[in-house]
């Protein structure tokens, strides 16, 4: 996921905090939402953007019995102030006269804490965890250890699973591919996971956020995928979308995966859709239910077309194939 974090689901067992925490410790502010408001509020936020550092949003589905019930918990370095508070108030207004719940976290190992609470992911062939459940690895999967923290792309959130789970689709169907990007990387999980699947390909992550790479790096190296420029290998550069000259340099691709957010897919689709050689395949993932269809026809535009749709939860991972002339 390039850019900024999003927030992953506590309804999927996500407890870890994206940051460390600072001498006055780490807040957490708990409101209930409805589910409109929790869906609006998985995107950008742009009424938080002028607080420093930025405050972590997660939404959740409070109760399985009662779907329009969710709950919207936000993690802040340092004791939050009044104007905090109110701008956080203000997103959800269905909570107007409700007192929000702040709560100070103790100090405590946060790997640890982050990594206990994250159950392992099945997602079509691939097994992801973190080294807290690393004794849990099935036989006959394949398996990717994942640690929870400063990237998002952990496999938790319904955007990875589902695009995880395309890909395995994609390799049982029979296709294949050689020229493979992942914009947006995040962990490089999936693109350690399209490595795995067409092992004799060049693949090549990017990711906007050199903290992103340097975890991918990382994640390579306890997964024992091999990093460089050649077939069998995975490439890692920092840069938005195609921008960077490795990426321009290695046009056109057969598979590019995109996990990043509704505004930058639309935007992106002129440059995307020229990436792609006819017949190849793209996924796009880190939008919402009810963004799909204007994300799909800016594809439509560049001469693609809808092959096939996941949806998990309420965020599908479309799969967009250049029409050949």
């Known amino acids: 996921m390039s850019g900024k974090r999003k927030a992953e689901p506590k309804g999927d067992g996500v407890t870890g905090f994206p940051f460390a925490p600072n001498r006055e410790g780490s807040w957490k502010i708990t409101l209930p939402c409805t589910k409109e408001e929790g869906e609006l509020l998985a995107g950008e936020v742009p009424e938080l953007a002028m607080f420093e550092p930025p405050p972590t949003l997660m939404t959740s589905e409070a109760d399985p019995e009662r779907p329009d019930l969710w709950q919207l918990d936000v993690y802040v370095e340092g004791k939050p102030g009044k104007a905090l508070i109110a701008a956080i108030t203000a997103l959800v207004p269905s909570a107007r006269g409700v007192s929000p719940l702040i709560s100070h976290i103790a100090e405590q190992d946060w790997v640890t804490l982050s990594q206990s609470g994250l159950e392992p992911i099945h997602a079509g062939r691939f097994f992801v965890h973190t080294p807290h459940n690393a004794d849990q690895v099935p036989d006959g999967m394949t398996c990717f250890m994942i640690d929870a923290g400063r990237a998002f792309g952990t496999g938790h959130h319904e955007t990875t699973t589902g695009c995880l789970m395309m890909l395995d689709k994609l390799r049982r169907s029979g296709l294949r591919f050689d020229d493979i990007a992942d914009i947006g990387t995040g962990t490089g999980l999936l693109a350690f996971a399209a490595h795995s699947l067409w092992p004799a390909a060049k693949v090549i992550a990017s990711d906007i956020d050199p903290v992103s790479i340097e975890v991918t790096c990382e994640n390579a190296i306890a997964n024992r995928v091999r990093l460089g420029r050649g077939r069998g290998e995975v490439e890692l550069v920092v840069g938005a979308g195609l ?56 594809y439509r535009r560049q001469g693609m077309y809808l092959a096939d749709r996941i949806v998990r939860g309420c965020w599908p991972t479309l799969r967009m194939v250049k029409r050949r002339r």
């Open 243 to 298: 921008a960077h000259r490795r990426l321009k340099a290695r046009l056109p691709y057969d598979l590019l995966i995109a996990n990043i957010l509704a505004g930058p897919l639309i935007e992106l689709a002129p440059v995307f859709g020229n990436a792609i050689l006819p017949g190849g395949s793209l996924l796009l993932a880190g939008l919402l239910d009810s963004q799909a269809d204007a994300v799909a026809q800016a």
